[in-house]
């Protein structure tokens, strides 16, 4: 009972890191970024040095953790700002389909450039291996990792809320969020508002990347588009644009998929997404607007 | 010196002229309202001068200071504060963080923050009921209030000058007197610069000050408010009897 | 005098019909060339394809005619309704299990699939008949998904249509005995002249137009443009929807047939996300809006990729050769793709349909 838990918890961390960094940039540029999966996968690859043989050769995963997870998050945020500037600052006035195609453009362009550099194999990477030992709590016995990564997500979740209640920048960035033309007319400066938007979503993909790749020991090109699917429905349901909407929504996904797996009868267990992704066209059905709408639906002009 | 000056502007949406060639300066400490029928081009005016719609051509001046095709967050730094048509209020954002979000564009160190605060209280002083609500949601605010708190939001980034889109819109006619009573003391207090887009004539008639009256895209009337509204000629500008 | 007046309502109404009748007929009239040169088009590939007699060359323009079929699937319904959908490559996907199902050799199907039922198992029809079945089975489907979904609007139901996509592929992928799971399914008999395919191609178009000049297919288009004032004119938008949604998810049946013909073998994933976003790159950077984008952008978009493939396979210039490294033909089209859509945000044709006479509006 623990177990599952804890298991919806540590799955729902993962939706929940996901669809938060879509809703930011949702949120300021009404971008739907597809290539956030793909930032996730260069973040992994950050730490190993160039190569395409099958053995992984690490570089900056020896690096202790105290500067292990700087480094990570780091990598995310540049790739992140650097994909605003060099690509999307010049789809601000273009419609939402065209920049979802660019977005989904641009990923692919990141996941080639991966793959040139290290092939397309999995390769396997031992990842703070310190933490996959188990622990008991409460007479369970848990994966230290799995509590690590629902306390990282926590701190991550509480130290963002801070972030936008607390700073100057927050507040700018949340009256953005709502109403961009009238923000811009009360001097809030676009181009620094989005950049830090995507920095901001970045380095929650570097904290993704730390996560799943210490979870499953591998590094794999396709190991961001597994989460990003889930995180962007996430994000969807949970009202696009609402911070607060794509968090929850992350973990219900999360909850639902580790509690139809426990719950459902044996021969239906295969079937698990697709009775997730059902679940999903009903809550669409009954709040086509996300379970908690947000309120800055006003077009950008 | 003048404080504003639009020379020639011309706005186009698609093949649509929404204002042709309109000229006109305004001076510091001046009440400047532009009246018209809909689709006169009074709010397309607006927008271009807060630099949110673009101008095919013409030239716009902010002390001294050419912002045409400027982005709207730079001419907001250069002294403009735009009250928009509809309020747009940031609902769920608290009141407070409301009128916080324009002080952005002060430096930041101790004698601004102190401003900044001391800026809050004339606010509240100004408007009680926003200070009694400081922590509560924008959002939930009536039309009236948030009228007011857009007003006040203005305020707080000490604007050289104020442009307010149909402050009376969707608002009774009691409120929309108290909401003009406050901004014409305002004015009077500090010698803000005040340019208002409204519908109706009948409301510069009563405050006074400078009016500008546009039809088609075009300026048709310019002088005192009060000596124009007591004439026949505006009628004739505001539904364009000589046409027939 | 109520039977008079009655009487003149009922010619007023027949002098209506007449007038709306020859009105369309006009507007057929008016915009069959269209259609017609887009199929000239894909005859002219077909034909210098043919003339040059290189297999791999004939492979490579069976793909692109599949991928016309797709993005003109595509354009009935994201075109006309303006609603972006990531779920129909799902429809392909039924559409090529279905063929399958109807012509691999029943000897074969029955050691691999031996969960379809008995009358399945024993049928085998000619490629053609289960290409027709496969796009009925589609629409089928498309039909009771849409009944759902086309409540929706805007990006809930680009979501709600991902899901479908989602969902789809979870369950071919996992129902063993029926689609074989994730491995593949062989034994599709392979087509390899060209001409059933340029056939399938040309009626995706005409049924593409055919549909955008029915009376469903304007009233969804004046939706997509003004929804308030449609609405306002008795528009039924979920109906109008719902018809764009079964004609497009039959045609990409069709389009799933006969690539399943094209290459022999299927899985689950072959109709998955990556063909879901190359479909749908085409139709954006062609132009969303238009008929002749959806085409053009396959045109442009598979040659592209077919000339960057050329260069990485090494080109002679002289005495030296020169090959582009592995991988950059993926990022070559990505920044294309990204290029093109910063120049023109909808696409190379924006509304526009070809014509002879000149670039129209299609609105």
């Known amino acids: 009972m623990l177990q599952t838990l804890f298991d919806a918890l540590s799955l729902g961390s993962l939706y929940a890191l996901g669809a938060l960094g879509i809703a930011l940039i949702f949120g300021v540029m009404r971008l739907v970024n597809f290539a956030h999966g793909d930032v996730i996968a260069f973040c992994v690859f950050a730490l190993l040095w160039p190569s395409t043989d099958a053995m992984a050769i690490v570089f900056a995963g020896q690096l202790p953790w105290y500067l292990l997870v700087p480094f990570v998050l780091l990598c995310g945020a540049g790739l992140s700002v650097l994909c605003e500037i060099v690509v999307f600052r010049r789809f601000r006035n273009a419609n939402p389909a065209t920049m979802m195609i660019a977005s989904f453009a641009l990923g692919f362009v990141i996941r080639y450039f991966l793959l040139m550099l290290y092939s397309s194999r999995p390769k396997s990477i031992s990842l703070l291996p310190a933490l996959s030992q188990p622990i008991e709590i409460f007479g369970a016995r848990l994966p230290l990792l799995q509590l690590i990564t629902i306390v990282a997500t926590m701190a991550i979740l509480i130290g963002l809320t801070l972030f936008l209640r607390q700073t100057r920048f927050g507040l700018e960035m949340r009256a953005a969020a709502e109403n961009f033309s009238m923000a811009r007319m009360l001097g809030v400066r676009a181009n620094r508002v989005i950049m830090g938007a995507f920095a901001l979503s970045g380095a929650l993909a570097g904290a993704i990347a730390l996560i799943f790749g210490s979870q499953t020991g591998t590094v794999d090109i396709q190991m961001g588009a597994s989460i990003m699917l889930m995180a962007f429905i996430a994000t969807v349901i949970g009202g696009l644009g609402s911070l607060g909407g794509a968090v929850l929504a992350g973990f219900l996904l999360g909850a639902a998929s580790v509690v139809m797996q426990v719950a459902l009868p044996v021969d239906a267990r295969p079937f698990r997404d697709a009775f997730v992704y059902g679940a999903v066209i009903l809550v669409l059905l009954f709040r086509p607007q996300g379970l908690i709408a947000a309120r800055g639906t006003k077009e950008r002009v | 010196m003048s404080l504003l000056a639009l020379s020639d502007i011309t706005i186009r949406y698609s093949r649509l002229t929404a204002v042709r060639e309109v000229s006109f300066s305004m001076t510091e400490g001046e009440i400047l309202f532009i009246t018209g029928p809909n689709g006169a081009g009074k709010s397309s005016l607006l927008r271009a001068i807060a630099g949110v719609t673009p101008v095919a051509a013409g030239k716009i001046q902010l002390a001294g200071q050419d912002i045409t095709g400027q982005a709207p967050e730079n001419i907001a730094r250069l002294g403009l504060s735009m009250v928009p048509e509809g309020r747009e209020v940031f609902g769920s954002l608290t009141i407070e963080e409301n009128l916080l979000v324009g002080t952005g564009m002060q430096a930041r160190d101790r004698t601004s923050r102190a401003r900044t605060a001391s800026d809050l209280e004339a606010v509240y002083m100004t408007f009680p009921i926003l200070k009694d609500r400081r922590n509560g949601q924008a959002g939930l605010l009536s039309g009236g209030q948030q009228q007011m708190l857009v007003i006040g939001r203005a305020l707080m980034t000490n604007p050289r000058l104020i442009a307010i889109d149909e402050p009376s819109l969707g608002l009774a006619p009691n409120i929309t007197d108290q909401v003009y009573e406050r901004l014409i003391a305002l004015q009077a207090q500090r010698q803000l610069t005040l340019l208002i887009v409204e519908q109706s004539s009948a409301r510069a008639m009563m405050v006074g000050g400078r009016m500008i009256l546009m039809r088609g895209g075009q300026i048709v009337l310019d002088g005192d408010a009060r000596t124009l509204g007591s004439g026949e000629a505006i009628q004739a500008a505001y539904f364009g009897y000589e046409d027939h | ?363």
């Open chain 3, 1 to 363: 005098m109520s039977a008079v007046s009655s009487a003149t309502e009922t010619s007023l109404t027949g002098e209506v019909i007449a007038a709306k009748k020859q009105a369309r007929f006009a507007l057929a009239r008016k915009t069959i060339v269209t259609p017609i040169l887009l199929s000239l088009l894909l005859i002219a590939i077909t034909l210098i394809t043919v003339m040059t007699g290189s297999r791999p060359f004939n492979q490579t323009v069976i793909d692109v005619l599949v991928r016309v079929i797709f993005v003109v699937g595509l354009y009935i319904f994201i075109g006309n309704s303006g609603v972006l959908s990531f779920g129909h490559i799902g429809f392909t996907c039924l559409g090529a299990y279905a063929a399958a199902w109807l012509t691999i050799n029943p000897i074969m199907k029955s050691s691999a699939l031996p969960g379809l039922p008995d009358w399945l198992l024993q049928t085998r029809l000619i490629y053609w008949q289960a290409a027709i079945l496969a796009a009925l089975f589609a629409g089928v489907a498309a039909l009771i998904f849409g009944k759902v979904l086309m409540r929706l609007s805007g990006i809930a139901a680009s979501i709600a249509t991902f899901a479908v996509l989602a969902m789809i592929n979870t369950i071919y992928s996992n129902w063993d005995s029926v689609t074989g799971g994730t491995s593949s399914v062989v034994g599709i008999p392979i087509i390899r002249t060209i001409w059933p395919y340029l056939i399938g191609a040309v009626a995706a178009i005409f049924i593409a137009w055919a549909h955008a000049i029915s009376r469903s297919g304007l009233a969804l288009r004046a939706a997509r443009d003004e929804p308030t004032a449609a609405a306002a004119s008795g528009v039924d938008i979920p109906k109008e929807r719902l018809v764009a949604f079964v004609v497009s998810g039959a045609v990409m049946g069709l389009g799933g047939a006969l690539m399943a013909h094209s290459i022999g073998v299927v899985t689950p994933d072959t109709f998955y996300l990556s063909l879901t976003f190359i479909t749908l790159s085409m139709l954006v950077v062609g132009g969303m809006g238009s008929l002749s984008g959806g085409v053009i952008g396959v045109v442009l978009l598979s040659a592209l990729i077919q000339a960057l493939r050329w260069m990485e396979g090494g080109v002679s210039l002289g005495d030296a050769t020169f090959a582009l490294p592995k991988g950059i033909q993926e990022i070559a089209l990505g920044v294309i793709m990204i290029v093109i859509l910063a120049l023109r945000p909808s696409g190379l044709m924006g509304n526009r349909e070809i014509t002879l006479t000149r670039s129209n509006r299609n609105t």
